[in-house]
């Protein structure tokens, strides 16, 4: 059964810096895994999807990079601003399957 | 611009009710798809539908049905509502086919509380 991991489950970050979000996953055989956005009360905003045969995708200040062998993926958020807060999902899914298995987050705050 | 949409956004219903959340895909969707989140465990996948009429339960479908009549249109239920029930409930959307490699979209949410 996949499990997917997000450490740490809150992080805390001076404006204008570079910062790093960790996933990790126990089954590599994955079809893709997506980075969500939530914001606090609301529904996940899609922020990226990588498929298994990509190692990155970017958009705009994010980019998101996927290692299948090791079962990691990194969300890397350049000069960080006060929007950014929020807390930031990954979720893969599996092979034979369309569900989602989600972490249980990071809770980024960027602090003006 | 991609929409799903939820019936409502604050719901408070009492023990034993029989309650319905209705969730809205304008995308033509085969896919739909509904989450409990709950502070510690995440999002947990209760049921999805690939096609209307049909459904498959997910990893915690006891004490909900659902029904999708229309390919737009799925609705959660709630057949004897339980404290423990009292969470954030999501739906989401894709676009079919085998692989599962299509992005899933959101709706923003209702949030139940049983009393």
């Known amino acids: 059964k996949q499990e997917v991991t997000q450490i740490p489950a809150a992080l805390s970050v001076p404006e204008g810096e570079n910062l790093v979000l960790n996933c990790s996953f126990t089954d590599s055989a994955i079809y893709n895994l997506q980075w969500f956005r939530q914001d606090p009360g609301k529904g996940l905003t899609s922020l990226l999807l990588i498929q298994s045969s990509q190692r990155e995708q970017t958009s705009g200040r994010l980019n998101a990079s996927l290692d299948k062998s090791s079962g990691r993926s990194t969300l890397y958020i350049a000069a960080s601003q006060p929007g950014d807060s929020a807390t930031y999902l990954c979720a893969a899914v599996g092979v034979g399957n369309e569900k989602l298995t989600f972490g249980t987050g990071t809770r980024l705050t960027i602090i003006p | 611009d991609v929409k799903v949409t939820q019936s409502s956004r604050y719901l408070v219903k009492r023990t034993g009710e029989k309650v319905f959340l209705e969730c809205v895909q304008d995308?033509?969707?085969?896919?739909m798809f509904w989450y409990r989140q709950d502070p510690g465990l995440g999002l947990r996948l209760i049921y999805f539908?690939?096609?209307?009429?049909?459904?498959e339960k997910g990893d915690i479908p006891e004490g909900y049905s659902v029904s999708r009549e229309k390919k737009e249109r799925f609705s959660l239920i709630l057949e004897s509502a339980s404290t423990n029930q009292t969470s954030m409930y999501l739906c989401?959307?894709?676009?079919?086919?085998?692989?599962?490699?299509?992005?899933?979209?959101f709706g923003p949410g209702t949030r139940l509380t049983v009393t």
């Open positions: 989401a959307s894709s676009l079919g086919g085998a692989g599962g490699v299509y992005e899933q979209y």
């Open positions: 995308m033509d969707h085969e896919n």
């Open positions: 539908s690939y096609d209307v009429k049909m459904k």
